[in-house]
């Protein structure tokens, strides 16, 4: 694979001018734009609709209600708890209660306006620690604990001699991808199906749940991937998608939506808050002997992916080092707050800002040093989690640490050799003179798991055909922007030794992919294109060996060439594959997992990714602005597919990570989102990032099919915790919170 | 009007755009309408992308009378007499400019949502300064966010042109 | 819906005087986000975008003043020759929006909205800024103290335009600074303005972002005039200290969701601090 290494995006030249059709770009004849009305309350019971007066609306073709939905009212990833539309009581601010059908998209805002909603208010439950108590009257049939879950190994009386305890919590992050949700249904004639272009993770799972609420055969509902404007967990839950094929199957016309900013931030569930509480219990010298946790995730209204995240966070409590007693106990809870699921690293952030916080404790109670103590526990392949499963992955922790230590620090002084004001805090604001600052660097390193966990049977399905030399590629991954297409493109050019890759359109006509998330597509759709292309190949030495009387084994691809490895012979692909059609689909099943037992014991995770971060960040401590200058990182990929795509996935993601450090937070009072818009959520510009130096470790494994790790999520993990120790070494004082606001810094 | 070079428009009158050296008529349009929805929704160029509606992320960043703006901010009937350029304007489909192949060989595209309203902002930045420091990059561009790159290969792909138009203009 | 665009300042003003209530749009900034967030319903609109003689400044160096037109934008005021003649102006306009925004937005948007998170306005405050009105019945100017009534309220009449500023071309030094929490692209969670004028020995003090509009600090002034010394540019640790707790009592600001009213307070006092610093940079 090394000769296309350097290959470049298939969609790149599309992109750069803008003719790439994303969901929102696409339409129809005679298309209807729909709109969704939303509850203006965190928690109420609905008393009456009325929506005739959206009807008297010249340009209005259809309005429907919970009443209207066909199939089964509720939908949802793990539980199928959440309503199509609300129709007896209302659980968050946002939540869909009707949705209209128009001329043009002012027509459908005073159609919205114009449907009269009664609501009784009811007492909300915004305070997650009242459903761990119980405290709460249950605010849905399913209960207010959507899952609970114990670890317990080992030696549980183990104390000290060496203590560290913290509390840590998290703001709710928004993955504000770019690309609003938007859709495009088409009906059928007859109004019989429906064909839906979205934007989403995992077409396969919306077809499965869109089905079932419009009361048809999954293969009535035809979806196509529509461009994708970034994803990052919040297109793995069901949004538009039945309004939208509701609206169109109602009218018999096709039908567009598209969030706007606002809607949006109602519209998707966000990243969990979180508030831990740990304790570690180590010897004299640092070792980690026992930790103690509790953790309690905000999941707001509905399930969502809840169960999931906050196993993640618990079987990740002990981050990556070794540790063989552990209590934790964990809580992920329903409350009338926007509902949270997905997002880039999927509990195991929250878990990595309390236990990076934690070492950094316990270097200071046993008077090491923040890379002496990971480098101490750092936990290797044969190790142990607290779960009782088995590190069997390569898991080169010291590597990574000793790696990151050994990047450079910022060559410029606090404001630059130029002097500068922009590289101060404060930025274009003006705010600091250099002698108002002080620098400080932090430390963070994580584990991830990849792939999905808990005996959920997870693969991927790819369809290659060969023919006259040029190889088409069939999946239906969802390509979000990390560049899978450019990957399965290497592959089908290496395994086939082919120049020219056809990728087909990604859609529901083949087999499922699973999800693009949980860092899993390189390994998984890379397994599956690998093998349907090594199926194609041994189809092609077969007609090779028997035209030329070789053994099909004695075969290989050399360039572009099939050779006979022991002796002369030497066809190009294109001559050897011409006149024939070779089809193969294969599916890429990852090795079975198990769930967690009621001690939390089991090999509920598949594999897993390590990655240190190194953050040098100058702080005003009058005014409580940061600028983050640097981040060093190394990461564990396995095998680098494709350099350019990596660096690109950990820079994104380490931006993500910089952002919950210091300012990314939906600010809720009440149930009420108070900054839905990028006025007020704010996102990293270029002057807040900082430079990235990265150091890429590559040691295969032998598990992934191509040796290589996803590398999605890690960058997001521990640059975190990293940020908040550099601010915390500037500051010398206690900060537990993200994100860090400057009010936490100055006063 | 009394003056001939104003314009007085009712209520769903057409109105012309000069967009990408054309005219072009607009007709039966909400007057209150953005720049963003006329070219999207009524001229059919959708390669500006609407991602804020507030001028708070930069992906529909055009050029009015030769300044980037945000066409999210424009009122489109006002922007009569005006000559407008999108990203459908910068270069033929399949033929992309200078800006537009550097990010693509950089790596500065991923899910590619910004990257057109990043392309306009990088021709107009190098037309004004030709070989922008680290610093003026990041001033310049800090209207435009991008949620997937961290920018890192962005930079790069904006030194990248500036590098390749000074040797080319080298003796 | 109607929108009118005016080619000249008398067109404008007589279309003003047919539709007094007309909703103005500037560079669209502010009103655009409205309207695309259906929080605004406008039935007609006077743009004024093409109207030249409100595109226009003017400095006059006999009188030591400039006057620039309401449809300057902020790009043309941060840079020269403006920038040169009133540099706090110029860094306020630096660090409105983004550049896409600072392209289009104009001062006399940002008066006319009147937010007291508006950049331009603490600057304009501390230079006792004079702004012009007019109708089709005829001219006035109004001290911008006057001007702003509330947030989001001016003096501005029905059927009235505001054609520009006047302010002050002064020798001494003056500065802005604004905290917002991101290095750029940021509303104002708490500005400050500092000029000062060598040939009045005078230091004006204008607040942003921490009360109902812009804030002068007239003790905070009157202590700095009797504790400076213009001649040695210096200004001694305790007086320094003590003008920063006159400016902080000044502040009047409220929590919400940018920010608390106390992280304000304590923001206003260390930029006033720091600005009166940088103009008195000796102790």
């Excluded at chain 1, 009906?187 to 199906?193: A, E, L, N």
């Excluded at chain 1, 931006?655 to 149930?671: K, N, S, T």
């Excluded at chain 3, 504790?227 to 006159?246: I, P, S, T």
Aim: negative net charge; proline residues 5%; aromatic residues 4%.
């Amino acid at each position: 694979m090394a000769a296309s290494a350097t290959a470049s995006r298939p969609d790149g030249v599309a992109k750069v001018q803008g003719t790439f059709a994303f969901s929102s770009d696409l339409t129809a004849d005679g298309f209807l734009w729909g709109a969704t009305l939303r509850s203006p309350h965190p928690h109420a019971r609905i008393t009456g609709i009325d929506v005739s007066g959206a009807w008297r609306i010249p340009g209005v073709e259809a309005v429907v209600t919970a009443a209207d939905v066909p199939g089964k009212a509720t939908y949802g990833l793990i539980s199928s708890d959440q309503p199509v539309f609300a129709s007896d009581v209302v659980r968050y601010v946002g939540e869909p209660v009707a949705a209209v059908a128009a001329d043009h998209p002012d027509t459908c805002r005073r159609a919205l306006a114009a449907i009269v909603v009664e609501y009784e208010l009811l007492a909300p439950l915004v305070d997650p620690q009242r459903a761990v108590d119980g405290t709460h009257p249950s605010i849905h049939p399913d209960g207010n604990v959507v899952r609970h879950q114990r670890i317990v190994r080992g030696d549980q009386t183990i104390d000290g001699p060496v203590v560290v305890e913290g509390t840590y919590h998290l703001g709710m992050q928004d993955q504000a991808f770019l690309g609003l949700e938007a859709a495009l249904a088409v009906p059928d004639s007859g109004g019989d199906g429906v064909e839906l272009f979205v934007a989403t993770q995992w077409l396969h799972e919306d077809q499965k749940q869109i089905a079932a609420c419009l009361g048809f055969p999954a293969h009535k509902v035809r979806l196509t991937l529509g461009g994708v404007g970034g994803a990052f967990g919040a297109r793995e839950d069901i949004s538009l998608q039945v309004h939208t094929c509701l609206l169109a199957l109602r009218t018999g016309r096709p039908v567009r939506m598209a969030y706007s900013r606002e809607e949006s931030f109602l519209g998707h569930v966000h990243r969990h808050p979180c508030t831990i509480w740990m304790r570690h219990h180590a010897e004299l010298d640092g070792r980690i002997r026992r930790i103690e946790a509790r953790f309690v995730f905000d999941g707001g209204a509905y399930a969502s992916t809840s169960s999931a995240v906050l196993i993640n966070a618990v079987t990740h409590a002990q981050g990556p080092y070794k540790c063989d007693n552990a209590t934790v106990d964990g809580w992920a809870v329903r409350t009338n707050n926007p509902p949270c699921g997905a997002m880039r690293g999927f509990g195991v952030v929250q878990a990595c800002f309390a236990h990076e916080g934690q070492m950094d404790r316990l270097a200071a109670a046993v008077g090491s040093d923040p890379v002496s103590i990971r480098l101490l526990n750092a936990m290797q392949t044969g190790d142990h989690l607290i779960t009782g499963q088995v590190i069997q992955n390569v898991a080169p922790v010291a590597r990574c640490i000793q790696e990151t230590a050994a990047l450079p620090l910022p060559d410029q002084p606090v404001g630059g050799h130029d002097a500068n004001p922009l590289r101060l805090p404060g930025g274009s604001g003006l705010t600091a003179d250099v002698g108002h600052v002080r620098r400080g660097i932090g430390w963070g390193v994580a584990i991830k798991n990849l792939m999905y966990s808990e005996a959920f049977d997870d693969y991927s399905t790819a369809r290659v055909r060969l023919a006259d030399g040029v190889a088409f590629v069939k999946f239906a991954t969802s390509e979000v922007g990390q560049g899978f297409v450019t990957i399965a493109g290497q592959i089908a050019r290496s395994v086939l030794g082919v120049d020219e890759v056809v990728l087909e359109p990604i859609d529901t006509t083949i087999g499922s992919a699973g999800s693009t998330s949980a860092s899993r597509q390189t390994w998984m759709s890379g397994g599956a294109v690998d093998g349907a292309c090594r199926l194609v190949r041994e189809r092609l030495f077969e007609r090779v060996g028997t035209a030329h009387g070789v053994d099909p084994l004695r075969l290989a691809i050399d360039g572009s060439d099939v050779v006979d490895t022991g002796g002369t012979l030497r066809v190009p692909v294109g001559l050897a594959s011409a006149g024939v059609v070779i089809e193969q689909t294969f599916e890429h099943h990852h090795r079975p997992t198990e769930d967690l037992d009621e001690m939390g014991q089991g090999n509920c995770h598949t594999a897993f990714a390590f990655v240190a971060h190194r953050a040098v960040v100058d702080v005003d401590l009058e005014l409580g602005l940061v600028k983050v200058v640097q981040i060093a990182t190394a990461q564990d990929v396995g095998r680098a597919l494709n350099p350019l795509s990596v660096v690109g996935q950990i820079e994104g993601g380490i931006a993500q990570g910089v952002g919950l450090a210091v300012m990314e937070e939906i600010i809720q009072e009440g149930g009420h989102v108070r900054n839905a818009s990028f006025t007020d959520y704010l996102l990293p510009t270029f002057l807040d990032m900082p430079d990235v130096v990265i150091s890429l470790i590559e040691e295969p494994d032998p598990m992934a099919p191509l040796g290589a790790k996803g590398v999605g999520e890690p960058p997001t993990i521990s640059s975190t915790p990293a940020v908040v120790a550099a601010i915390r070494d500037a500051l010398g004082k206690d900060l537990w919170r993200v994100p860090v606001r400057p009010a936490d810094i100055c006063l | 009007m009394s003056d001939p070079a104003g314009t007085d428009l009712g209520s769903n009158q057409a109105y012309v755009l000069h967009v990408n050296g054309q005219g072009r008529d607009v007709r039966d349009a909400w007057l209150g309408e953005s720049l963003l929805f006329v070219l999207r929704e009524r001229l059919g160029l959708m390669g500006s992308k609407g991602a804020c509606e507030q001028g708070e992320c930069g992906s529909c960043s055009v050029l009015v009378d030769g300044a980037l703006v945000c066409s999210c901010l424009v009122l489109a009937a006002a922007a009569q007499g005006q000559q407008i350029v999108t990203i459908e304007g910068v270069a033929p489909v399949g033929s992309p400019s200078d800006v537009q192949q550097a990010f693509v060989d950089a790596g500065a595209v991923q899910c590619g949502f910004c990257t057109p309203g990043l392309i306009m902002a990088t021709h107009s930045l190098l037309e004004r300064s030709p070989e922008p420091t680290e610093m003026e990059i990041r001033e310049e561009l800090s209207g435009n966010i991008c949620r997937c790159t961290g920018y890192g290969r962005i930079i790069d792909a904006v030194q990248r042109v500036a590098v390749a138009r000074r040797s080319q203009v080298a003796p | 819906m109607s929108v009118i665009v005016p080619a000249s300042l008398n067109d404008a003003l007589q279309a003003l005087a047919r539709s007094p209530h007309a909703t103005l749009l500037a560079g669209g900034t502010d009103l655009m986000v409205e309207l695309n967030g259906g929080h605004r319903q406008v039935s007609e609109v006077v743009a004024l975008a093409r109207v030249a003689e409100l595109r226009t400044w003017h400095h006059d160096p006999v009188a030591g003043v400039l006057h620039i037109g309401a449809g300057v934008t902020y790009a043309e005021i941060a840079d020269e020759p403006i920038a040169s003649w009133v540099p706090a102006l110029a860094q306020a306009a630096r660090t409105v929006g983004s550049p896409q925004i600072r392209h289009a937005a104009t001062i006399g948007g940002n008066l006319g909205t009147c937010s007291p998170a508006g950049d331009g306005l603490p600057v304009l405050a501390a230079l006792d800024a004079t702004v012009h009105l007019a109708s089709a019945a005829g001219a006035r100017d109004l001290p911008l103290a006057e001007f702003m009534v509330a947030p989001k309220r001016t003096a501005r009449l029905p059927g009235e335009l505001i054609t520009g500023v006047t302010v002050p071309v002064l020798g001494g030094w003056q500065g802005y600074s604004k905290v917002g929490v991101r290095n750029a692209m940021v509303i104002a969670v708490a500005s400050v303005a500092l000029v000062t004028d060598t040939v009045t020995e005078s230091v004006r003090l204008a607040l942003g972002s921490v009360g109902p509009t812009v804030l002068r600090c007239p003790d905070a002034e009157r202590f700095a005039r009797e504790h400076v010394d213009f001649e040695h540019r210096r200004v001694a640790a305790e007086a320094l200290q003590r003008f920063v707790e006159l400016a902080r009592d000044e502040a009047r600001p409220i929590d919400d969701h940018r920010s608390t009213a106390a992280y304000r307070r304590h923001a206003v006092g260390v930029l006033a601090g720091r600005l009166l610093r940088r103009a008195f940079p000796n102790e």
